[in-house]
């Protein structure tokens, strides 16, 4: 009975290491948000970014009163015990009590607000490419024909790698 149980701690430990080894080591970012918190927030309904509140050394007041007006609000250190060690609190000034790291403060939109407003600006954006080609080809000859063969790859972040 014990050499079976030697043998299976033997088959545990062997797969731990073998897990741990597969591992890819991400050097760890200022900017990450646990993935319990984020969770947390999407079932309230909220989604969480990081806001300028200071560029060297001065208040950005006018950064922080546009992500104001757009919808974003700080997030207090009660609502994210979990980052206080890495964090820390403004306890005085116009940004008391916000969550910071350097420049920048944790803030949260509900979800379908932070969406609208990704939407709005991705239009704004297809908008203007447009004009521009608009533009391009009203200006094309017959003699020297203008043609535009470009193409838009939009990535985000690291390409996931899946392991079989």
Partial sequence: MARNTNTQ???ETRELN???QDMEYREPSLL???DSVSERFLNQGLTLRW???TTRNQEDYKNVGKKFQEGWQFVT???VPELQHNSFVRDEGRYK???CRGDLALAKMPIQKAQNRQAYYENQS???VDAVNQQLM???DARMPIRNSSKTNVTRGRTPNFQD
């Fill in 97 to 99: 009590g916000a969550v």
């Fill in 138 to 140: 009203g200006q094309s």
């Fill in 9 to 11: 701690r033997n088959v």
């Fill in 32 to 34: 990450d948000i646990p």
């Fill in 51 to 53: 806001i300028r509140v």
């Fill in 77 to 79: 250190v009660d609502e």
């Fill in 126 to 128: 297809r908008e203007m």
């Fill in 18 to 20: 073998t897990r741990e």
